[in-house]
């Protein structure tokens, strides 16, 4: 794949450094198994993440690989572990999931690292993207790149609103990208023209084999042309008066339309491991895991050292009502 991508025109790869178990919980409650309206309907969220699981091991091997092929390497953590694996491996970046935005500990520890910051958006509201800036900046970070992202799989053009990549960039003064699941050319072609830096797309050989995220992934061919044609709009001036206003839509942010369906992905306090009346709540006994039942990961270090209300089952969503 990565000697494909690199024949294709990608400047750099990024990756998925995670475990089931730093994401999620192996837990059969309802609110682990994923709702109707996605690509993954009807799975359990353990399951999906770990067919979608690629051994550590792999990651540096690939990151050299890429490297002897002129390519950049990084990836997405997804807990505080792979943080510090890949800080190790020597990523130049950072990369933090649309569904990951909300987790501001986890950013928080992402900046410290000091390296650059790429921080997708999908069902953000304003303030929620200006709290992840924030915490990228409380880490002493100024190296922030923002990615407009509709978090549908796949994503309809019409649901784009790329209208919101200038404002974004407007009103956060930092670059914006696009992070984009549509498999329509003009989509990204739109987006550089309205001045986005990066492009980031899911890359398959083959888009008729099973896989997870086959369905809005670009083949080799797909993937080329789509840069081929960037290179060029790069040259030549802003078309204002040709863009699609279908793919252009409004300046939108938070959920709206298909991304409505993927706020149950998103990170929450959950407890994960089974509690008695009184007992303190600790590291070891509630996590920021999918999906998005619970308390906002930010509250977290507010619940630390409090006690439970009453006796909680493993894989209970954390509420204030629990917390004494």
Known sequence: MLHEMKAAGADAVKLLTFTPDSITLQCNKREFMIEKGTAW????LYELYEELYAPWGWQPKLMNLANEL????????????AVDFLDEMGVPAF????????????????AA??????????????????DAVDAVHSSENDQI???KCTSAYPAKPEEMNLATIP?????????????DHSLEQEVPLTAVALGACVIEKHFTLDRSKPGPDNAFSLEPNE???MVDAIRAQEQSPTPGDKLNKTILGNVSYGASGQDKKSLQFRRSLFVVRNMQKGEIFSEENVRSIRPANGLPPKEFENVLGKKAAARIERGTPLTWELVS
């Open 41 to 44: 309907e009807g799975r359990n």
């Open 70 to 81: 002129g390519m950049d390497l990084f990836s997405t953590p997804h807990d505080t572990k």
């Open 95 to 110: 990369k933090v999931a649309s569904f990951e935005l909300v987790d501001i500990p986890l950013i928080r520890y992402i």
């Open 113 to 130: 690292k000091g390296k650059p910051v790429i921080i997708s958006t999908g069902m953000g509201s304003i303030q929620e993207i200006q």
């Open 145 to 147: 790149i923002l990615l």
């Open 167 to 179: 404002d974004m960039m407007e009103r956060f003064k930092l670059p914006v990208g696009l992070s």
């Open 223 to 225: 993937f080329k042309e």
